[in-house]
């Protein structure tokens, strides 16, 4: 059974940083990508960040130059850094693989940013 255990989210002051992590265990196959995503309350879920088999990244444009994601392939997970963090990055950010045939997505992690 796959699993993807999210950590690291909090409360952070504005300006602070953190760093999530994501841990896949389990059997899985045919990774194509490793995101970050977050949902806001009232809002829908969106990208924060992802990055594909190959090493490439992909942010969305409210993190970008602000965020830096990054895998190990060796210990199956990804890890997301982010700094100068903003009220506006509070929300529940959830890990997702992507593989050929099938989403997985972890359970979340609150981050709240207060000013």
């Known amino acids: 059974q796959v699993q993807l255990v999210e950590s690291g989210g909090g409360l952070v002051q504005a300006g602070g940083s953190l760093r999530l992590s994501c841990v896949v265990s389990g059997s899985i196959f045919s990774v194509r990508a490793m995101g970050w995503y977050r949902q806001a309350p009232g809002r829908q879920r969106e990208l924060v960040a992802d990055?594909?088999?190959?090493?490439?990244?992909k942010y969305s444009d409210s993190v970008n130059g602000r965020s830096t994601i990054s895998r190990d392939n060796a210990k199956n997970t990804v890890d997301l850094q982010m700094n100068s963090l903003k009220r506006e990055d509070t929300a529940v950010y959830y890990c997702r693989v992507t593989t050929s045939f099938y989403d997985y997505w972890g359970q979340g992690t609150q981050v709240t940013v207060s000013s």
């Open positions: 990055i594909t088999s190959g090493g490439s990244t």
